[in-house]
């Protein structure tokens, strides 16, 4: 099991920065992805931005440029720098592990933090 706790978000002005963090426990080694996704009202919930176990990252084209996904594996912790945040980044984000396998993904998520952007 692996077990996912967000913090960092709020409320923030557009043009404004924020710092998410991710701490992971559990069966943390089993993860070959990690990544954060956002929901926002009324919408599906989307990826973000993820990192994978060799350290890759992939990136949505609205955030790229301002989005910055990494980890402190010393610290069990991934982290997501937001930069230059716009009104259409709110949302609550969500950290997710997944562990791949041919009988299909485990996804594990936590329970998410919210991001408000706005004057």
């Known amino acids: 099991q692996v077990q996912l706790v967000e913090s960092g978000g709020g409320l923030v002005q557009p043009g404004g920065s924020l710092r998410l963090s991710c701490a992971a426990s559990?069966?943390?080694?089993?993860?070959?992805?990690m990544g954060w996704y956002r929901q926002a009202p009324g919408s599906k919930r989307e990826l973000v931005a993820d990192?994978?176990?060799?350290?890759?990252?992939n990136y949505a084209d609205s955030v790229k440029g301002r989005f910055t996904i990494s980890r402190d594996t010393a610290k069990n912790t991934m982290y997501l720098q937001m930069n230059s945040l716009k009104p259409e980044d709110t949302a609550v984000y969500y950290c997710?592990?997944?562990?791949?396998?041919?009988?299909?993904?485990?996804?594990?998520w936590g329970k998410g933090t919210l991001v408000t952007v706005s004057s």
């Open positions: 559990g069966s943390i080694f089993t993860l070959n992805v």
């Open positions: 997710n592990g997944r562990r791949l396998l041919r009988a299909g993904d485990i996804n594990y």
């Open positions: 990192i994978i176990s060799g350290g890759g990252t």
